[in-house]
T-cell receptor
Framework: DAGVTQSPTHLIKTRGQHVTLRCSPI?????VSWYQQVLGQGPQFIFQ???????GRGNFPDRFSARQFPNYSSELNVNALLLGDSALYLC?????????????????FGEGSRLTVL | KNQVEQSPQSLIILEGKNCTLQ??????????LRWYKQDTGRGPVSLTI?????NTKSNGRYTATLDADTKQSSLHITASQLSDSASYIC?????????????FGTGTLLAVQP
């Protein structure tokens, strides 16, 4: 079975541009989370989606948005890119669901999309 | 404020030696504690997940311990190998352990030298 797949793996943008990152979860997983990891730091939570609904949002500006599609794949969009948006963007999927829609199971991460903003 | 602190920031050991990485947290309410291994430029891979009632869990040469009273965890690596060179991230879950309520540490960068 394929793991979590992300695309593109690397990309370079300039300030003010827009970027779309894509993620396909492990087959059967309905929850997708997005993280930003700046070099030398731990991942920072951006969004979680479950069954196409937003289940959590981290402390990121409105320039960051995401959505989940009926096949549970997801997109992360970032508008008006800033230099500080340069980071590794990680997608993680999870398959355990408890009452209330929360997932507490193991997170499976993709290899990430490395974004460089010049 | 919920925080996860790891020490040391970086560590260099010789192949075959053992090492222990530390994680202290101030997260409430506590639900679970996870250790991840992250190779440079790649996504994190789960090593262990421990709940409040567990105080030790092993995964091959990796053994994690948890002391919920002192809010400390350690990751012990036995007979290190060159492939153990990576960043090790401690993650604490709160609010029922939901995956959207995970607090990440900044990681310990381990270098294993021949």
């Amino acid at each position: 079975d394929a793991g979590v797949t992300q695309s593109p793996t690397h990309l370079i943008k300039t300030r003010g541009q827009h970027v779309t990152l894509r993620c396909s979860p492990i087959s059967g997983h309905k929850s997708v989370s997005w993280y930003q990891q700046v070099l030398g730091q731990g991942p920072q939570f951006i969004f979680q989606y479950y069954e196409k609904e937003e289940r959590g949002r981290g402390n990121f500006p409105d320039r960051f948005s995401a959505r989940q599609f009926p096949n549970y794949s997801s997109e992360l969009n970032v508008n008006a890119l800033l230099l500080g948006d340069s980071a590794l963007y990680l997608c993680a999927s999870s398959g355990t669901r408890l009452a209330g829609g929360f997932n507490t199971g193991e997170l499976f991460f993709g290899e990430g999309s490395r974004l460089t903003v010049l | 404020k919920n925080q996860v602190e790891q020490s040391p920031q970086s560590l260099i050991i010789l192949e075959g030696k053992n090492c222990t990485l530390q994680c202290n947290y101030t997260v409430s309410p506590f639900s679970n504690l996870r250790w991840y291994k992250q190779d440079t430029g790649r996504g994190p891979v789960s090593l262990t997940i421990m709940t409040f009632s567990e105080n030790t869990k092993s995964n091959g040469r990796y053994t994690a311990t948890l002391d919920a009273d002192t809010k400390q965890s350690s990751l012990h690596i036995t007979a290190s190998q060159l492939s153990d060179s990576a960043s090790y991230i401690c993650v604490v879950g709160t609010a029922g352990g939901a995956t959207n309520k995970l607090i990440f540490g900044t990681g310990t960068l381990l270098a294993v030298q021949p």
